[in-house]
């Protein structure tokens, strides 16, 4: 039984385009979290979500939003892809008070 | 500004014995620590954390040691195996709230011998 799951785990696609990344949890947590992975390996936190509240959102362009339908899923959904949208993309989440996240296994993005 | 920092890109160590992971951090607001695993194409494991109000926190074998005043942390893994291969990450937050802010090292590669 998968913890956190992402889909796709690859998506490769042209710049302009607009994609979507989904995430679900089932540990039952209340918060969930967005990351990114760059070419040199910092992983970044974007954006967090508490039982559908944001909570944290980082310097991130407006391109990028995300969406919880309901505290088990976060998506991310990403407008006008630009070539440095290439990257790693990780959920997280964990619950309150928030100690350890865990994480999905990465969504891969390539802009072409 | 890198707040936390793993100046150690890779680290080789004999199977059975012991490896030693550093992590130095600058903000002084961060009171707690972790440590992650990660293997390729998968997302990041979660190992051990440490609060800022102790110094040494134990799972298995695994231990990590908090320094304070030398904003300093390290992960020694006894004895080491095959199996720990991976890229360890260290990060920290300032709160322990309803969301926790995780702020990454730049990660470690670990490789066990035989």
């Known amino acids: 039984d998968t913890a956190v799951s992402q889909t796709p785990k690859y998506l490769v696609t042209q710049m302009g385009n607009d994609k979507s990344i989904k995430c679900e949890q089932n540990l039952g947590h209340d918060t969930m979290y967005w990351y990114k992975q760059d070419s040199k390996k910092f992983l970044k936190i974007m954006f967090s979500y508490n039982n559908k509240e944001l909570i944290i959102n980082e310097t991130v362009p407006n391109r990028f939003s995300p969406k919880s339908p309901d505290k088990a899923h976060l998506n991310l959904h990403i407008n006008s892809l630009e070539l440095g949208d290439s990257a790693v993309y990780f959920c997280?989440?964990?619950?309150?008070?928030?100690?350890?996240?865990?994480f999905g296994p990465g969504t891969r993005l390539t802009v072409l | 500004d890198q707040q936390v920092k793993q100046n150690s890109p890779s680290l080789s160590v004999q199977e059975g014995r012991i490896s030693i992971l550093n992590c130095d951090y600058t903000?002084?607001?961060?009171?707690?620590f972790l440590w992650y695993k990660k293997y390729p194409a998968e997302g990041p494991t979660f190992l051990i954390s440490i609060s800022s109000i102790k110094d040494k926190n134990e799972d298995g074998r695994f231990t990590v040691f908090l320094n304070k005043s030398a904003k300093h942390l390290s992960l020694h893994i006894v004895p080491s195996q095959p199996g720990d291969s991976a890229v360890y990450f260290c990060a920290a937050s300032p709160y322990t709230g309803t969301a926790s802010k995780l702020t990454f090292g730049t990660g470690t590669r670990l490789q066990v011998t035989l």
């Open positions: 903000n002084s607001m961060f009171d707690y």
């Open positions: 997280a989440s964990s619950q309150v008070p928030a100690t350890e996240q865990f």
